[in-house]
């Protein structure tokens, strides 16, 4: 994927289709499409058949892959019948457009800081029930924050998720997820000498009480004395694999969790301790340990490697289906290049900037000795590079993205099509066939992911006809199913849904995430990028 730069409001790619004959777009560049693991799902019970294949493509302009909002007309034809053998034939090629505004979709997008249940409550300003109508909380797709080791493990064997659980279900009732990090350290509340140990280390007391070591160490910031654990100490390391192993029991395939990040060590657990002189970080062997043993337990949900583990470490990390995550974009040159690697083992990319928007304004832009300060194009630049599917918004616990989202609307709009995976309709067309002893219709539509990534969950499609007031009739043709990382970005690819004709009736798409969501009569929660999106989130094909 090219770097490029994109500023406002999604613009217009023009995209010809005809009724009948060729496809006549004109559009110059024609990619193959290769096939992918499509899995082929009855799901209805006068479907006959459901295919999708590999196909030649029209390759959608630069403009488009960013997002910028196409208008994306179609000219709208009605073949007239064509009597012969087979049967009298009707095509109706549908009208396609982008859809106008930002379009957020499950398990990827943006996140703002989410410390506690309380952010939900009116009474905070800057939360999605404010007083100040933060918009930013219509682009956030899940929360993410951090918790306190010693706060969730009370004793040997002893551990409280009532906090936990009490923030979980507040994202839930909102359609969000959350994204865990548990610290065991956090030197930025080291003041001075007469700082409270436990105002910093999140270690348990109780596994220093079983033999623990820790050491007093200098923190950078004001030369104050710190309490330190020793990283690779055989008690510590035990009760934070014990810890991991409950974590797991409780947690692990929990829908309201998107993802874990593995911060089993060094400040704020990101794997490094360059501000604390005189802590040492476990060797190689001991890091790569501690991810083996969270890839043993956790079995379901995505675990994450923080961003100081690197080489190595981060290789044996792919290895075992870990992915990676930066929190330093922008403010330090290639720091995006880093998450390639992940992206290139079909991972999701997570990431965060030096700081927050405010802050990170008044950056030098001195490298080195300072930061790079923040730039529209340098945010467009960090979420193209790093084919990012996870990103913080703003990570300033302040005001929950409220200044950023005020000075950046239209973009960020934009990029909510762009982050991830963005599914969008190009080519709809409904081929009806009258025999004498039956009527079939065939919908043959072709979808591209305009997105930066591919989408890393299975993926259920379903075609509908609806009645006037989009109540289902019948399915036509089959479910299928999309399996996780096999829908690329860039790539396009073709379905086709067959079964017996309803006259009269308009056809529906729908993206579920399983099966068992659409045979039990629930909503989809994936959306379309095309004009004509329900209230449903199902897409009504508009002849």
């Not at 994306?72 to 049967?87: D, F, I, K, L, R």
């Not at 009370?154 to 990090?181: I, T």
């Not at 004395?225 to 947690?251: G, I, S």
């Not at 072709?446 to 997105?451: C, Q």
Request: some cysteine.
């Amino acid at each position: 994927m090219k770097r490029f730069a994109l500023f406002g409001v999604l613009v217009a790619v023009a995209m010809g289709l005809n009724a009948c004959g060729d496809d006549g777009s004109g559009t110059s560049g024609v990619e193959e499409v290769s096939s992918a693991s499509e899995i082929e799902l009855s799901g209805s019970s006068d479907a006959s058949s459901s295919t999708e294949s590999s196909a030649t493509a029209t390759t959608e302009s630069s403009a488009a892959i960013t997002g910028e909002s196409s208008s994306a007309t179609a000219s709208v034809n009605s073949c007239s019948s064509q009597v012969g053998e087979p049967g009298d034939t009707t095509k109706v090629t549908y009208t396609l457009k982008r859809f106008d505004g930002p379009l957020t979709n499950p398990h990827k997008g943006f996140t703002v800081p989410t410390e506690a249940a309380w952010t939900f409550d009116p009474g905070f300003e800057y939360g999605p029930h404010g007083s100040l109508n933060n918009k930013a909380w219509d682009l956030v797709t899940y929360g993410s924050g951090y918790q306190q080791w010693n706060k969730l493990h009370k004793g040997k064997g002893v551990y409280d998720w009532s906090e936990l659980e009490e923030l979980l279900n507040a994202l839930s009732e909102h359609n969000m997820g959350y994204a865990l990090r548990v610290f065991p350290y956090s030197p930025s509340f080291i003041r001075d000498n007469s700082t409270p140990e436990e105002n910093y280390d999140w270690t348990p007391k109780f596994v220093y009480e079983e033999g623990a070591q820790k050491i007093t160490a200098k923190y950078k910031e004001n030369n104050a004395n710190a309490a330190v654990p020793v990283w690779d100490d055989p008690v510590y390391l035990q009760y934070a694999k014990e810890f991991a192993t409950a974590l797991a029991a409780k947690y692990d395939g929990d829908p309201r969790i998107e993802y874990i990040d593995v911060r089993s060590f060094g400040e704020w657990g990101e794997w490094h301790v360059s501000n604390l002189d005189g802590s040492k970080m476990p060797s190689v062997e001991v890091q790569k340990d501690m991810l083996q043993h969270y890839a043993s337990v956790f079995k379901k949900s995505l675990l994450v490697l923080p961003s100081d583990g690197y080489g190595d470490v981060y290789t044996y990390a792919l290895s075992l289906g870990i992915t990676k995550r930066d929190d330093c974009l922008i403010g330090i040159p290639g720091t995006a290049d880093s998450l390639v690697r992940a992206y290139k083992a079909n991972l999701p990319t997570v990431a965060e900037n030096c700081g927050s928007y405010a802050i990170m304004l008044n950056y030098t832009d001195v490298i080195p000795g300072g930061y790079l300060k923040w730039t529209a194009e340098r945010w467009v630049d960090a979420i193209t590079t790093a084919h990012l599917t996870y990103y913080v918004l703003d990570q300033g616990f302040d005001d929950c993205g409220y200044q950023f989202y005020n000075d950046n609307k239209a973009l960020a709009d934009s990029m909510t099509k762009v982050l991830g995976y963005n599914f969008t309709v190009e080519k709809a067309e409904l081929v009806t066939v009258a025999r004498s002893k039956d009527t079939t219709s065939t919908l043959n539509i072709t979808v591209k992911n305009t997105g930066v990534a591919p989408c890393f969950f299975d993926v259920y499609m379903v075609a509908e006809f609806v009645n006037e007031s989009g109540q289902v009739i019948t399915q036509l043709g089959q479910t299928t199913g999309i399996l996780k990382g096999t829908f690329k970005d860039g790539a396009s690819k073709e379905f086709s849904f067959s079964g017996p004709a309803k006259t009269g009736a308009s056809i529906a798409l729908s993206l579920y995430e399983s099966e068992a969501a659409y045979k039990g009569g629930k909503n989809p929660t994936v959306r379309f990028d095309n004009d004509g999106l329900q209230k449903n989130n199902k897409l009504l094909l508009k002849p």
